[in-house]
């Protein structure tokens, strides 16, 4: 898993919060115990931000990206960690198997995810306001419970078949 530092303008920050308060939300399939508190918003398709999330991936990975697909996902107060899982599970993992995914928090408290490990444990791990987390698609990963309403960009990434190594950028 990457983190990645200064993922987005000031003005792609601000047009993401904007977006959070006006877009529609619904419950994602795999919220955590259908406690209907993990939602997802409908495409994003802000050209210039994708663009952002592009440059920022290739500066990091030296690859070209080939199409970037974003949504905001919003956890609601006391929503609880969701099962852990990967984002291109079967048949999807064959057809798209270069594909990351990433995490962008719109929000000054940053966002939390939930990552297994090696030895079947799970570790949270926190990316802060003005990072980005970036992982590619077979790590186990679910989203992190919240006491308080959360909300983040989330984006699928595909790519070339360059492999991505899990290590931080600082």
């Known amino acids: 898993m990457q983190c990645l530092r200064s993922p987005l303008s000031e003005k792609s920050l601000q047009k993401l919060n904007a977006l959070s308060r006006t877009v529609s939300f619904h419950v994602i399939h795999n919220s955590e115990q259908n406690d209907h508190k993990r939602l997802q918003s409908e495409e994003i398709k802000d050209e210039e931000i994708k663009g952002e ?4 991936v290739c500066a990091h990975t030296q690859t070209e990206m080939k199409h970037v697909k974003m949504m905001l996902m919003k ?40 990552v297994g490990t090696a030895g079947g444990e799970c570790a949270r791990v926190h990316c802060a306001l003005g990072c980005a987390l970036f992982w590619p698609h077979n790590v186990v990963h679910g989203g992190a419970s919240y006491e308080t309403e959360n909300t983040r960009l989330f984006a699928y990434i595909t790519k070339n078949k360059k492999c991505i190594k899990n290590y931080i950028f600082d």
């Open 53 to 56: 999330i592009m440059n920022l």
């Open 75 to 114: 956890s609601l107060a006391g929503c609880k960690d969701q099962i852990l899982h990967r984002d291109y599970d079967g048949a999807q993992q064959t057809i798209d198997a270069h594909c990351s995914s990433m995490l962008i928090p719109i929000q000054q408290e940053g966002a939390c995810i939930n």
